[in-house]
């Protein structure tokens, strides 16, 4: 089976814009969550999705949010970039059971 | 709310030896799973070994071995013949139980593990 899938694996983007960072979980997976890892906070859950519903959010301002298609696939958009957003966003999908299955992530720098 | 620490930033080993790890988590939730997990530089989080608190043995997976002291709250992870690919960051990470609503993991900071030659 293909891994999980994240575009695009880099990003720079200047204070103000928005964003959209894309994952495509592992073939039959339906939850897919998202985490925030900077070397000062470590890895932050921001949400998760589970057929086309958020089942769960971190703690993260509004503009960050998501989304889940019908076919597993999620967004994540944050809006009005500050530079502490600058990060490795990384993507995982989950069977019913069992552990996460992490994408290689989208590092997001912000300028 | 569920905590997770690493109280190693760092350790090191020699190649063919033999190291472990530790975590230890609060919770007052007596079902639960724990992971750990290993990010190589510059490259993808890899999922090393599970153990879901209501199995008494400690999980094993080739070279990775778990001690789970559910009492104590700890979870430690054992690398035996350490090998020059084992170096990387390894975050300890707990998940609630119920499945369905809690795919949330909550990290540790990391220890980073060097392999020395």
């Known amino acids: 089976k293909a891994g999980v899938t994240q575009t695009p694996r880099y990003l720079i983007k200047t204070r103000g814009q928005q964003v959209t960072l894309s994952c495509s979980p592992i073939s039959g997976h339906r939850s897919v969550s998202w985490y925030q890892q900077t070397p000062g906070q470590g890895l932050q859950f921001l949400f998760e999705y589970f057929s086309e519903t958020q089942r769960n959010k971190g703690n993260f301002p509004g503009r960050f949010s998501g989304r889940q298609f019908s076919n597993s696939r999620s967004e994540m958009n944050v809006s009005t970039l500050e530079l502490g957003d600058s990060a490795l966003y990384l993507c995982?999908?989950?069977?019913?059971?069992?552990?996460?299955?992490f994408g290689p992530g989208t590092r997001l720098t912000v300028l | 709310a569920q905590t997770v620490t690493q109280s190693q930033p760092e350790m090191s080993v020699q190649e063919a030896e033999t190291v472990t790890l530790s975590c230890t988590y609060d919770?007052?939730?007596?079902?639960?799973?724990l992971f750990w997990y290993k990010q190589p530089p510059s490259r993808q989080m890899i999922l090393v070994i599970r153990?879901?608190?209501?199995?008494?043995q400690n999980a094993t997976e080739n070279r990775f071995s778990v001690n789970f002291q559910k009492a104590a709250k700890s979870f430690s992870l054992k690398i035996s013949d350490s090998q020059l690919g084992d170096a990387a960051m390894y975050f300890c990470?707990?998940?609630?139980?119920?499945?369905?609503?809690?795919?949330?993991?909550?990290f540790g900071k990391g220890t980073l593990l060097t392999v020395n030659p």
């Open positions: 919770t007052s939730e007596s079902d639960y799973y």
């Open positions: 995982a999908s989950s069977p019913h059971v069992g552990g996460q299955y």
């Open positions: 153990q879901e608190a209501y199995k008494q």
């Open positions: 990470a707990y998940r609630s139980p119920g499945g369905g609503s809690n795919y949330k993991l909550t």
